[in-house]
């Protein structure tokens, strides 16, 4: 069952259970009732697309390559205050 239908299920108005306690009981996180779902910003979307074409194109490259590779590209963003 999705998160949101079990959202759906806690009645913050019951007369017995607490939201903390309905929360519990339907497997979500308070956070989960109380918060808005945020999507991907279409950076993050763009940059995971283009990550994902390169592991596919150069998928025998060691995962150490890897981490490099996207820990400069993170700083490089960071740097720039590109994906605030």
Known sequence: MSVGR??????P???R???VRQCEL?????????????GESALNL????????????????AAARWRAICGGLAMRLAAT???D
């Open 26 to 38: 339907v497997s979500i996180s308070r956070s989960a009732f109380y918060g808005q779902v945020k």
């Open 17 to 19: 259970l607490s939201i």
């Open 46 to 61: 763009e940059l995971m697309q283009l990550i994902d074409a390169q592991l596919l194109e150069h998928h025998g490259m």
């Open 13 to 15: 108005a019951h007369p």
């Open 6 to 11: 079990r959202r759906e299920m806690v009645e």
């Open 81 to 83: 205050g590109c994906g």
